[in-house]
């Protein structure tokens, strides 16, 4: 299992391409992942009630479609709450990616990010879709480009791939994914596309992705907004030649071990690069009673305002992590609770049976001053534990977030 | 039913002191609310899993004393976190008090509001117990002494008293509150103390100040932080000489449009004084199926940090509003949706059928930059409405709040 450059374009018989459109003022905004021979897909896509046109499209493609070969992305525009038009368009979109690249619409997953309400530019997207096709290409610059062009406030692109072997196959599976606001992914994260050239059934692919999710892009928050457009999109080629996956086998295994590798390597990027974040916060929660309760309480910390300005100011504000946790619904005895905080300054403890250890403040925000900072809360209760990352709220969020559209 | 001047001393028979104790460095830091004769007494409390001392001890004195004659309260150290000591000093708290007064501990509700895990300094408490108990006294001053003393990061102190006649007599319910960060109450505010001179039954105080509560200190959120403290304590002590309300007749009801025009008051005060905030928002749900629904949908859009930032920036961007209502669990049918927005600049109907109108985003931008503003969403589902208020997410709340302990 080795980590290696790339994004999208490092799995065999996968090609991509970004550019300037028109949608956006000034930087890229249209993207193209392309599959030269049909993939198995999986997706995974938002809980919100509101679902914007191309999440409703890809629902119907990954049930209906036997296989995809493409996923066009654009930025700028989010296609949500656009009605029947917002539909047609989103049609439009796919039809007119399969028509440069000779494939049915029906092989064509959509994914928009932006603005909620506007509709799409649709005649700049038509033309961009042509641009796209002509320009794609397999090389590791080809997907950074892509990974570029699917930003909105995003401050830097996300990528990620490993390497690993099958029946003596090298396998290689690369993702990119986008941010920054909007972000608590329930299901899937705002916008993310995983390659693989391994050769897996459609229904495996699915299992794998779906309870990958649960430990990776459902375990970060930034602002606990559920977004309208959350998909992640997963393609397998098979061009690696292993004998294909049928079974959950030693093979699967390693599958799910190097999907989880990029998938949490981009679910963390992502917090880390949370609107206005100078900090990942990432919540480890062990000696839990169930998973479920260790994932509650965790995701508790991690979304609280209170929480993560304070670690903003690396303020080791103890209390404020225990009443998140005590208001998450979780029940569990508050006095025999310890806590502790790490990153590359050291370790300390700050609690030990629900009180205060005699810890030396200077140290404590000397901890908390890092780029990465860790709380990790052990309950007691049993063996079950869950790990969140997320960021601290900041100056920059508000600003961010106070002038969004204009 | 006719609003007037003053808090917890408006109703007969009550006295109140606010002073210097010397807990914080300079600010006021403890009050004392006293009935001269015994009075009935109903609380509610957070249902946080981790409760401050205080919390316990009233829990226990609502339950079992069969009545309560004072209220002491400090700002400073919310004495939460602190184990069994914490427990001693929070006895030693009322113990004081009732030496003070003559009166059994047993008949003295404590409440604590400031930084977690400290203990309190339990002499200085002491010996402010006794400087309380000789400045009593039943002026509108003393009142606003004890309103000014609670407060921690609020910029105002809140206060508000209403008259009405039940049998020909006079009643007077008036009261004091506290915000304003760890606000999102469940079950009852940060601190706030009601008292009344109405005779009313034990049972049906507290019937009344339960129901109360889901409507309006349960319907306000500053950060969707419940904190360990939220304590609302309400005393009767039956000095107007009515005839005791001993059913639900009609001087119930009056009595309880009497005690919610007063905690409505409070905490709309409390949402428009939240920490950092430049403006009230209120959130009004109509349309929908269940009351409870509605409560989610209104608290969903009241709590987002997205729509927070945007009221702060003025900007009418409705399809934050949308899509928190979407991810908020309950169910419903985005295309139907109509979304307005209201202030003392007027009105605006921004989303009809969950498209945008064609509204002018000058005259929106207008509306939000009221000091009061107000947004409607009409659900066409039936026939349920609810109301929530918050505020706005801004600079200050991530300045207070990164540096709120030093």
Redesign the interface.
């Known amino acids: 299992m080795n980590k290696i450059d790339g994004g999208v374009t490092a799995a065999k018989g996968f090609q991509a391409a970004g550019i300037y459109a028109g949608i956006k003022k000034k930087r890229k905004d249209m993207a193209l992942v392309y599959s030269t021979v049909p993939a198995n897909a999986a997706g995974t896509f938002t809980?919100?009630?509101?679902?914007a046109a191309p999440v409703k499209w890809d629902i119907k493609i990954t049930k209906e479609s036997k296989f995809v070969q493409a996923v066009v992305l654009n930025s700028g525009v989010?296609n949500?709450?656009?009605?029947e038009i917002g539909e047609q368009n989103n049609l439009r979109m796919a039809q007119a990616v399969g028509k440069a690249l000779d494939i049915p619409a029906e092989a064509v997953y959509t994914a928009s990010t932006g603005?909620?309400?506007?509709q799409l530019p649709i005649e700049v997207i038509e033309e961009g879709a042509k641009a796209l096709s002509s320009e794609l290409c397999d090389s590791i610059e080809a997907g950074s480009l892509a990974a570029e062009a699917i930003m909105t406030t995003d401050t830097y692109s996300k990528e990620s791939a490993v390497h690993f072997i099958v029946g003596g196959k090298e396998i290689t599976v690369g993702g990119m994914a986008k941010g920054s606001?909007?972000i608590?992914p329930?299901m899937a994260t705002m916008l993310g596309v995983v390659t693989t050239d391994l050769a897996i059934s459609k229904e495996l692919l699915q299992e794998a992705l779906s309870e990958n999710v649960k430990h990776t892009f459902n375990m970060i928050s930034v602002?606990?907004?559920?977004?309208?457009n959350d998909s992640l999109l997963l393609l397998a080629n098979g061009l690696a030649g292993n004998k294909e996956i049928t079974e959950k086998n030693d093979d699967y295994e390693n599958f799910c071990e190097a999907l989880s590798i990029v998938t949490t390597d981009l679910a963390k990027k992502m917090a880390a690069d949370g609107e206005g974040a100078t900090k990942l916060f990432e919540v480890q929660v062990v000696g839990a009673n169930t998973e479920e309760e260790a994932i509650i309480l965790s995701k508790s910390i991690i979304t609280?305002?209170?929480v993560k300005?304070?670690v903003?100011?690396s303020?080791a504000?103890?209390?404020?992590i225990?009443?998140?946790?005590?208001?998450s619904g979780?029940?569990?005895d508050?006095?025999v609770v310890d806590l502790s905080i790490e990153s590359a300054e050291g370790k300390l403890k700050l609690?030990e049976?629900?009180?205060?250890t005699d810890y030396s403040e200077e140290f404590a925000t000397k901890i908390l001053s890092a780029k990465e900072v860790k709380a990790i809360a052990d309950m007691k209760q049993g063996t079950a534990s869950a790990t969140a990352w997320g960021c601290d709220?900041?100056?920059d969020?508000?600003?961010i977030?106070?002038?969004?559209?204009?």
């Open positions: 809980t919100n009630v509101v679902k989010a949500a709450c656009t009605g603005v909620i309400g506007k606001g909007m608590h329930n602002d606990r907004d559920t977004s309208t609280s305002n209170l300005t304070a903003y100011g303020d504000n103890w209390g404020r225990l009443c998140a946790m005590g208001y979780v029940s569990f508050p006095d609690v049976q629900g009180m205060a709220l900041t100056y969020y508000v600003k977030n106070a002038d969004y559209r204009s």
